[in-house]
Structures are given as C-alpha cells and as structure tokens.
C-alpha cells in the first residue's frame, strides 16, 4: 500500500520507543541496587545517603543532602589528588641515589695512564733536518704545521698557498724519515715526529711487584693535547708483540686486546702503579707553554683521553703519590627496561655507537668520548681538514680530508679548546645528543708531592744506574747539541765511561765508580753533573688505590610502579575509604546490579531486595505518629504481588486474620501493609493495638520492647532501621 509507512519506519519507531521505555522501566531496579550499594558498600559516608533520618522536617532532607555533598567533595578531592599524583608518576624518570658505599675492590678497573710531555717540539728534530740554526724557518713550522696562523686568521687559503705548505710539510717529513731508513706510508702529522718519543721518556715502572725497564710496544698516542704515551698495567706488551707477530698483523688488534682487561685492584701504594720518567728538559722548544714537566691523566682504558680538560701537572725533581678514589655509577634493570635514553639521561652501550671513535680500536661508549666525536666532526665540517693526531678511529676521515694545517690547523686548535661546547654527534643520519653512560667508572684523585732524588741515596739506587747509561746514548746522538747547552760539561765527563763495560762501573745496576776518575769520598765532579740533571729532568709517581671498598651510586626510578600505586590508594583510601574490595564492590554492582534486570535476570531473591514498609492510605492515617504518616506510599508491582499470594497460600497458618483483634478495632481500617513477602503481616501498629510506635520502640514499662506484638516473640519484631 503506498499510505502505508515502510516497514523500516515501524522498525525505526519500536527502537526509538524502546531506548525510551527502557530506562524508565528499569529506572527502579536501577535505584534499588544504588540504594543497595549504598547500604552495602566500604566506602565511607555512601551509607548516609539513603539511610532515613530519625527525624522529620528539615533536618531529614538536611542529611541527604549534607552526606551527598560530602561524598561529592571527598570525590572531587581524590580526583584531583589522583590526577597530580599521576602527573608526577608520568613526568618522574630517575633519580640517582648512593647504592652502597662498600663495593669491593674486584669489581673496579685500575686506570689507564696517559703522560704527555709538555714539550710537544723537540729542539734535537731540528738539528736532525739540519734546520738547528734557521729560527726564522723553525717558527715558520710552529705557525704553519703544530701552532697555526700567529694572526688566528680562520679565513680559507687559496690553492696555491695551501699546496705550497702542504709540500713543505711533505718535505721535511720525507727528509726526516730518509734519516731513519723509513717512508710515509700514510697521511700523519709532522707533531708525530716533533714530540718525545715515549721510549726515550720512560725509565722504569712497577706492578704487582715486577719491574719493567723498556716494552716492547711503545704506545705513542694522538690526543687534543699532542702525541702522549699511553699506559695499562693489565696489558702484557711483550705478549700483544708475540702474537701481532705470529699472526703477521701490521698492528695489534687493540680493540681485542683492551676490551678483555680484566676487573680488580688491590689497596695501598705497594700494589699500585710505579713510573719514572725522564722529561729531557734540555731539549724542549715548544714556546706554547711556559712550564716544564708532564701532562698526566687517569682514565678508563676505553676512553679517549681530554688532556685539555683532565690533564694536570707534574714537576720535575718530584715523587708524587696520586691516590685514586674510584666512584662505579650504574642504572637498575627497572629503569633501563621502562625508560628510553632521553628519560634516564644515559645510554647504553649496544644504544649508539661513535664514527671516529669505534669499538674495534678499542673504545667504547661515554661522554667525553662523545663530546670529542661532536668536536671531531665539527671539524670536518668547518675546518675542512681532518686533525693529524687522532690515528686511531680516524682512519676514513684521513681519507677524505687532508690533514689540518696554516688557516685550518688554526681553526681546528680553535673548536679543540672549545670541546663541550658540542653535544650532538651523527648517529644513523641523525643528530643525537651526547650523555652519559648507564655504567661508568669515575676516579677522583687526591696529589701530595715531595722532592725527588735525594742527593745523598741516589747513588745507592738503581734510578742513578740507569740514568748514567741513557746519557751515556744521548751524548752519541742528535740530542747532543742541545744537551751540552745546557750541561756543557756532562757529555765530556762521562764520556770516559764509554770506554768501560757497563758491569764495571754498574754490575747490576748498583753504581760503583773507578777509582781513576778522581773522585773522593767528598766530592765527584761527574756524579755530582748526573745528580744535577737527575733533579731538573726526573719525575716519578706512584699511583695507587686509597680505600678498600669502592661507593657506587644507582640510577633508578625515581617512582616506582609500586610507589604510585601506594600513593594512590593511600589517597584515595583517605579521600573516600577505598581499597581493593571497593572496587570489587562497584565491579559486582555494576556487572550483577545495573546489567542482569537489562540481560533478563531470573527471579530475584527476597533476601536481596531492600526491606521496605509499605503504609497506608489517607484513610488509614489517623492517630498516626509524624513519622508514619509522611512514610512514602508504595505501589506493588505484579511480580510483589504474586510473591504475597504465593506466600501466603503456603504460611496460612502464621497469618493473623481480622477475627484476631479486638471488637473495637474498626475493620475499615484493617488495611494489610508488609515488609517483603517473609514477614508479612496485618499491620497492628494503625488499628490501635500496640500502644507504642514499633518503628521508635515502647513510650513506658507497658510496651513491648523492639516494637514487638502483644504475646509475641521476637520473632516478627520491627526493626527500626528499615523503616524507609
């Protein structure tokens, strides 16, 4: 039929009409369950919401609304307190607290030692180019290949002068190598050449007991500084040297080698690292620091080593005793597990890895290897030349750029002293910022110096011994020149020794001198030239452990999930009362309350509806206390109405009929009232036959207690709290 609707409009209407309908009709099944939460539930003050006041009036309608109220605030208050304490819980990452202040001894690394003497020029390289003389040359080859511009001009030179410098530097490089029956076979630094060569600093040392007078690797070593000497006591050199030659290496495999130094220090300066070095201050021409001495640095044998910034100095004519305090810092599994690097401020070591400063040279992850690597790479980009020094990692950045010197070794020595200045190094094609390591090690040193040699026992020392052989080699070298300006004499008077075997006048390093050499018992001119040079060029330092344990501090959650979920419920357990039982309790009222009337519950169970009194009408309402006559007047549904017939068919027997009570109880007002179908009764309170309110108990001696009936027990007594 065209007049008709469509069939979906019906089926429009029945849904529209069924959203509307519906809540209506379980409106008050819905009521019920909040009442019975209310009444049921472990969270304070619900209870005061539907319970009845004692009271009319006012007041009556005053509680309702004061408890709902304060249940409102109290629920505001843990909202409020809830969301901070989460905002916190979100925004907290870690915090770094002491962990114990007794780790032991093994789990520390005994530090590297990095040395640098603070002559970066020696004078005898000159006399070796046969330059000694041409100062005018020699400070053009401080400004144009170790110092850079004297103007500091950073401007780019062009073609033709930069390959004018570059050929003298090849030049120079190529004559001195001739000398040495060497050649170039890769791009270096003329600074390479120019520095002391650590063979020619190192005199002795002593671990665990044992002495060592020479090794058979030398480690010459780059740094922001110059070309240094590098030393790990852990490390067997003469067995690094076996095997680089058995497995016909061009160079040790140091990446291998340092990574497997193994863990453990012992205390006290008789088990720590002993050296003595001679400084050579006679041959010192670089004008770019006003002192003599060393440059020394404790480090961790994965790491580059900032003399610039970590470097300090030594004297010469000194013992210095350097006690190490090592402090380990480390990150929990919690925090490593929970939080990304930029959270916990720290990286890992498999997290990112360094271009110029990689694990198979031998270094690993850490901030100043990073903040070195971002300097580094500025370079690059700035200077357009790559620094000569940094030999080991360097490798790729030698080949695409030519070595810094002129206007560019200028701007490299300008980014150099600026190092920290740049935090971001390329990682994957990104810029990443540098942290610090989630585990590290961090030695905090305490110096103390005294004078060194003592003339009166230097002679009873081995230290002399050696010392008089090395001079004895220096005066048949390029060192000579600048050796006799400033001893004129020395080379002269030990030059008769030359003539000598060394086990005549040092049989195993114990110096006794001939007695053709004039020399009293009072005075010896040539040991007094030796003593003289042994207090202006030796420097000795004994490097040790100061406590036995170690401290190390954590960094961990600074709130933990266990700490934010006591905070909470500590909030919002003083707030409202609410636990873990609260909350199963609104889960079965919503899920067992709200849901089952909607999901067509079966027949519900007397005992867990609410008791009610269902009163009566006006009629019935004379002689009424207050409390009874304002009491709600509530309709059955069919359901309550079935349930009372079928109780009552069955409880026949209990029932009082209207022949039970006095004549002159008039039956009109004999209108049965109940609490649920279980204690249904004809109500006695209205027809006069209780002389007391059952609800507010007995007026005197002659009512029932409890509101109970006449010549009953209690068992069908009036409980005044569910009077509603």
Not at 156 to 177: D, G, P, T, W
Not at 486 to 493: D, I
Request: with cysteine.
């Amino acid at each position: 039929m065209s007049g008709s609707p469509p069939a979906f409009c019906n089926f429009l209407m029945l849904c529209v009409s069924s959203l509307i309908i519906m809540p209506v009709k379980y409106m008050r099944e819905i009521m019920e369950n909040f009442q019975a939460f209310c009444n049921q539930t472990s969270l304070h003050g619900w209870q005061y919401i539907t319970q009845r006041p004692e009271t009319d009036g006012f007041w009556a309608g005053f509680k309702h609304i004061f408890w709902s109220v304060i249940v409102c605030v109290a629920m505001g208050c843990a909202a409020i307190f809830l969301y901070s304490n989460t905002i916190d819980f979100m925004n907290a990452t870690v915090v770094t607290t002491v962990d114990t202040m007794t780790v032991p001894l093994s789990e520390v690394f005994f530090p590297s030692v990095v040395v640098c003497n603070i002559n970066q020029v020696r004078k005898s390289f000159f006399a070796e180019l046969g330059i000694y003389e041409n100062e005018t040359f020699i400070r053009q080859v401080y400004q144009d290949f170790i110092l850079g511009k004297a103007n500091h001009s950073f401007q780019q030179e062009n073609f033709e002068v930069s390959a004018r410098k570059r050929a003298v530097h090849e030049q120079i490089m190529k004559e001195y190598l001739a000398k040495h029956n060497e050649t170039l076979e890769t791009k270096m630094s003329i600074t390479w050449f120019t520095h002391q060569e650590c063979k020619d600093m190192f005199v002795l040392s002593k671990w665990n007991q044992t002495k060592t007078y020479d090794f058979a690797i030398e480690r010459d070593f780059g740094t922001d500084y110059g070309i240094c000497c590098w030393y790990t006591p852990q490390i067997n050199f003469t067995e690094i040297d076996i095997h680089t030659k058995e497995n016909d290496l061009h160079e040790p495999d140091w990446g291998q080698w340092f990574m497997n130094v193994p863990k453990g220090s012992k205390t006290g300066k008789d088990n720590g690292f002993t050296m003595l070095f001679d400084i050579e201050s006679f041959d010192y021409s670089y004008y770019n620091e006003g002192s003599e001495g060393l440059k020394l640095a404790l480090v961790h044998h994965l790491d580059m080593p900032i003399m610039r910034q970590k470097g300090f100095h030594i004297a010469p004519g000194t013992e210095n005793q350097i006690a190490v305090t090592p402090t380990l810092m480390s990150t929990s599994s919690n925090a490593m597990t929970r939080f990304n690097s930029e959270q916990r401020d720290c990286y890992s070591e498999g997290e990112i890895s360094l271009k110029f400063l990689p694990k198979d040279h031998g270094y690993r992850y850490e901030m100043s290897n990073c903040l070195f690597e971002a300097a580094f790479e500025n370079i690059l980009e700035r200077c357009k030349c790559a620094p000569g020094f940094h030999m080991m990692g360097g490798d790729e950045a030698m080949e695409k750029y030519e070595i810094c010197m002129g206007a560019n070794l200028t701007c490299m020595n300008d980014l150099m002293n600026r190092m920290g200045e740049f935090d971001h190094v390329d990682y994957e094609g990104k810029q990443t910022k540098c942290r610090s390591a989630c585990e590290d090690q961090v030695n905090s040193l305490f110096v103390t110096t005294s004078s060194y040699p003592n003339r009166k026992t230097l002679t009873y020392r081995e230290e002399f011994c050696i010392i008089t052989k090395r001079l004895i080699t220096k005066c048949k070298s390029h060192k000579r020149k600048p050796l006799d300006r400033e001893y004129p004499n020395l080379c002269n008077l030990l030059h008769p020794l030359d003539s000598i075997e060394e086990d005549i006048f040092c049989p195993n390093n114990e110096w006794t001198l001939p007695k053709r050499f004039n020399c009293s018992s009072h005075r010896c001119p040539m040991v007094e030239a030796i003593l003289d040079y042994a207090k202006d060029n030796l420097v000795m330092f004994n490097i040790f452990i100061k406590d036995p344990y170690a401290k190390r501090f954590m960094k961990d959650e600074k709130i933990t999930k266990t700490a934010y979920i006591a905070n909470s419920g500590g909030l919002l357990g003083l707030c409202m009362g609410f636990s873990l039982v609260s909350a199963a309790e609104i889960l079965y009222h919503c899920l067992f309350g709200l849901f089952s009337p909607i999901c067509g519950g079966g027949k519900r169970n007397s005992k867990d509806r609410l008791y009610r009194v269902y009163t009566y009408n006006k009629d019935a309402e004379n002689g009424l206390c207050d409390r009874h006559q304002k009491a709600e007047i509530v309709k059955f549904s069919e359901y309550q109405k079935s349930e009372m017939e079928t109780f009552s068919e069955t409880n026949q027997t209990e029932l009082m009929t209207a022949s039970d009570f006095p004549d002159s109880v008039p039956p009109t007002r004999l209108i049965t009232g109940s609490y649920p179908g279980h204690l249904n009764r004809p109500c006695l309170l209205h027809n006069g036959v209780i002389p007391s309110c059952p609800a507010h108990g007995p007026h005197g001696p002659s009512g029932p207690s409890n509101g109970t009936l006449p010549n009953q027990t209690s068992k069908y007594s009036f409980s005044p709290e569910r009077v509603i």
